[in-house]
């Protein structure tokens, strides 16, 4: 199966400063990946598929960017509401499969 | 707005089967433009993809719980289901069921979710 590794594993960050979370998997998955963000409580909401579509309504601070075997999550300028933890999936192949995730946490 | 929700015992005894039925709402099971999936969660921990099925009754299992997961789908009450045999601790998780759209043969990511249903395995 395809691995997923997130890199790091906690981001601390203040509001309004740049964050980029990292995602690489174990072969190319040309760019079949997605990123996800999740609060507390929440179900995973889409932000971004197939590298670097942003899903339907996520705000223009989000973008997306690899091919291969590494892509990037940017998020230009952090909201309060933007500190949550963020996955990344693949679809290229079967299982699909999730990365362990990268918590940005409050600084 | 379509919605999904998860419905089914909260807590289930080792050994036993976990069994858990998500209603769609909003939209039809049985459009050919989506798939359909479950996805779990263990407390404080990653997303772990369980498996996706078609109206159609089409199954794909993640390899590592294949030999105990089954799906089915009931388009009459707009409904699929998993079931899961043999259920220890590790099994406690919460259980999301997700939506794939699909177009020409190819299906994307999960762009709508329930709202989990946490299953504890317990004595």
């Known amino acids: 199966e395809i691995v997923l590794t997130q890199s790091p594993a906690t981001l601390s960050l203040s509001p309004g400063e740049r964050a980029t979370l990292s995602c690489r998997a174990s072969?190319?998955?040309?760019?079949?990946l997605a990123w996800y963000q999740q609060k507390p409580g929440q179900a995973p909401r889409l932000l971004i598929y197939?590298?670097?579509n942003r899903a339907t309504g996520i705000p223009a601070r989000f973008s997306g960017s690899g091919s291969g075997t590494d892509f990037t999550l940017t998020i230009s300028s952090l909201e309060p509401e933007d500190f949550a933890v963020y996955y990344c999936q693949q679809r290229s192949k079967w299982p699909l499969t999730f990365g362990g995730g990268t918590k940005v946490e409050i600084k | 707005q379509l919605q999904l929700q998860e419905s089914g015992p909260g807590l289930v005894k080792p050994s036993e089967t976990l069994a858990l039925t998500c209603t769609v709402s909003g939209g039809s099971i049985s459009s050919g433009t989506y798939c359909w999936g479950w996805i779990r969660q263990p407390p404080g921990k990653g997303l772990e993809w369980i498996g996706s099925?078609?109206?159609?009754?089409?199954?794909y299992y993640n390899p590592s719980l294949e030999s105990r997961v089954t799906f089915s789908v009931d388009t009459s009450k707009n409904q699929f289901s998993l079931k899961l045999t043999s259920v220890t601790a590790a099994d406690t998780a919460v259980y999301y069921c997700a939506r794939r759209y699909c177009s020409n043969d190819v299906c994307y990511f999960f762009d709508y979710w329930g709202q989990g249903s946490l299953v504890t395995v317990s004595s």
């Open positions: 072969q190319s998955i040309f760019i079949y």
């Open positions: 197939d590298a670097s």
């Open positions: 099925v078609w109206y159609t009754g089409i199954t």
